[in-house]
């Protein structure tokens, strides 16, 4: 599986950025990110077909997950972004399985793309 995500950059607070996530295939897809000094947290997550998807608190009615009609890209809009948002975010798909699992756990994800850095100014 290759991932590739992009689109990170400089942001002033309450812009908007829109991160992508490639990869070689259609796969349940998870965003996470890791600020400075802190461990990395999950953010969203859209399921293999694209019907259920899922965001955390911090972000829910400012970043949606979606994924493009060929299903192989991902994307994560950010908007009303606040400089706590700061963070290289990463993309992650898990093989498929057909089994449960923790769309919230980074553990859950098998492949990880190499992350793009997102920074907001305040």
């Known amino acids: 599986v290759q991932l590739q995500a992009f689109g990170g950059g400089l942001v002033q607070a309450r812009g908007s950025l829109r991160l992508s996530c490639a990869a070689s295939?259609?796969?349940?897809t998870g965003w996470f990110r890791q600020a400075p000094g802190k461990e990395r947290e999950f953010v969203a997550a859209?399921?293999?077909?694209?019907?259920?998807?899922y965001h955390a608190n911090s972000v829910r009615g400012r970043f949606t997950i979606s994924r493009n009609s060929a299903g192989d890209t991902v994307y994560l809009q950010m908007n009303s972004l606040r400089p706590e948002d700061t963070a290289v975010y990463y993309c992650?798909?898990?093989?498929?399985?057909?089994?449960?699992?923790?769309?919230?756990?980074?553990?859950?994800?098998?492949?990880w793309g190499q992350g793009t850095e997102v920074t907001v100014s305040s």
């Open positions: 295939g259609r796969y349940a």
């Open positions: 859209i399921t293999w077909r694209g019907g259920n998807t």
């Open positions: 992650a798909v898990r093989r498929p399985s057909g089994g449960t699992y923790d769309h919230y756990s980074s553990s859950a994800y098998d492949y």
